[in-house]
């Protein structure tokens, strides 16, 4: 399970076992009864996947997605109970079970395509720690409300890219879970969390986005926080340059400057984007 860190506190994710059965309890009111299944062993089949979730309840009826002309499995499928409460307690209790060796993720199916693409209730998590899973991050992050998805981007070995995707029923949940949780320690990694904003969407007038804080990684274990503040002044006025380190206080090999104005952030982030420093390419 995710730790999560603010200023040398840690803070157990427990409390999100009881944001997973809320977040149940809500759909269930709301009379959903079809759940969508996701990261399935190529191999799982219908009958497998009838079979593992009939002990949550009545299944009316199963589909494991399959590509029109290879047939081979997509990876997902669908379940559909015959009650609410079915599906709510097929969630709680077989949300990332193994089957067929493989951890799945159970949600509720949304049929509304504008739900999911509005974008509202969505988040961005980044610098993610490695070890951290799926499951870890609905953990940590059903605490603040009801979860519609969820997902840490993985490679094709499964190894997390580090970075990961949540969205809530409500914009509001996203904004507690922002609010909460952006620049915490998680696993010892301090973490992003922000709106998700569509590629499209980002830029829609052609301005660049502006920010005044820049993260920057793989940097020499001897460099100091001096040394970095020197090379960021070099574009304009810092209000702070620290470099993460473990508790012995060994680099990290990652840090944050933080800009009195945008424009120098920004002409920072052009410059250095690349550069190498003691043979290591800072990005």
């Known amino acids: 399970m995710a730790q999560i860190q603010h200023q040398g506190q840690n803070v157990n994710g427990g409390v999100a076992v009881s944001g997973v059965a809320a977040a149940a309890v809500g759909a269930a009111q709301q009379g959903t009864t079809s759940l969508y299944v996701g990261d399935l062993d190529q191999t799982v089949t219908d009958s497998q996947l009838f079979e593992a979730f009939s002990q949550a309840g009545q299944v ?17 499928g669908y379940v559909n109970f015959a009650t609410p409460q079915d599906a709510s307690r097929a969630l709680n209790e077989l949300n990332f079970m193994a089957l067929n060796g493989r951890a799945i993720r159970v949600m509720y199916s949304v049929r509304d395509p504008s739900v999911r693409k509005s974008g509202l209730g969505n988040i961005f998590i980044k610098n993610l720690d490695k070890s951290i899973d799926h499951k870890a991050l609905h953990e940590t992050f059903s605490a603040f409300g009801s979860i519609l998805s969820c997902k840490v981007a993985v490679d094709p070995s499964g190894q997390s890219k580090g970075y990961g995707f949540v969205q809530y029923d409500t914009e509001e949940a996203a904004q507690r879970a922002i609010e909460q949780l952006n620049g915490m320690l998680l696993n010892d ?15 829609p007038s052609g301005e660049k986005v502006k920010f005044n804080n820049v993260y920057v990684k793989n940097l020499s ?60 390419e800072w990005f």
């Open 189 to 203: 990694k301090q973490v992003y969390v922000g709106p998700f904003v569509h590629k499209q969407q980002r830029d």
């Open 60 to 76: 009316v009826s199963v589909r494991v997605c399959r590509d029109m002309t290879t047939r081979r499995s997509l990876g997902y």
């Open 221 to 280: 274990e001897s460099m100091s926080d001096e040394e970095l503040k020197k090379v960021f002044e070099e574009f304009g006025v810092t209000t702070s340059c620290v470099i993460m380190r473990d508790g012995e206080g060994k680099s990290k090999g990652f840090g944050f400057v933080n800009f009195e104005n945008p424009e120098d952030a920004a002409k920072a982030v052009e410059a250095l984007n690349g550069k190498t420093f003691d043979d290591k």
